[in-house]
């Protein structure tokens, strides 16, 4: 059996979920965002659980000043996404570390702990973290 048989014949899911822990400052933010975006261009169903500084992504006004060169903006890379129909949530110990609560965060955003992610993970969804 060739390897294109093998690629062929493989289990393939359609949903993804990406962890992000970097926040507006990091550049790997933007690269999560790109994929995520990409992702959602090739036809998957993604996800993104937000961590640790990465809630700041998030928060009303985070994002609106942050441009990693040559990337798109943080801002842009993030409304696309959600406009596009990506599920975004953010973890409930880390907005309460910060202080924040729903009504702090852009809409559409729901604080939900790691249940949402084992749940599709566990019917198959591949995982990627930045």
């Known amino acids: 059996m060739s390897n294109e048989a093998n690629i062929e014949n493989s289990t393939q899911t359609n949903d993804?979920?990406?962890?992000?822990?970097k926040g507006i400052y990091d550049?790997?933010?933007?690269?999560?965002?790109?994929?995520?975006?990409?992702?959602?261009t090739s036809g998957k169903t993604v996800g993104l659980f937000l961590t640790?500084?990465?809630?700041?992504?998030?928060?009303?006004?985070g994002v609106d000043h942050t441009h990693v060169h040559p990337m798109e903006s943080l801002?842009?890379?993030l409304d696309s996404f959600m406009e596009?129909?990506?599920?975004v949530w953010a973890c409930p110990p880390c907005t309460t570390a910060r202080?924040?609560?729903?009504d702090s965060l852009i809409d559409g955003v729901v604080i939900h702990?790691?249940?949402v992610i084992m749940e599709?993970?566990?019917?198959g969804a591949a995982t990627l973290t930045f």
């Open 113 to 115: 702990g790691a249940s």
């Open 52 to 61: 640790s500084s990465a809630i700041d992504l998030v928060r009303k006004g």
């Open 99 to 102: 202080g924040y609560d729903e």
């Open 75 to 77: 801002k842009g890379l």
């Open 84 to 87: 596009r129909g990506g599920d």
């Open 27 to 40: 550049e790997v933010s933007s690269v999560g965002l790109t994929i995520a975006n990409g992702a959602l």
């Open 16 to 21: 993804l979920i990406i962890v992000m822990t």
């Open 120 to 123: 599709r993970i566990g019917n």
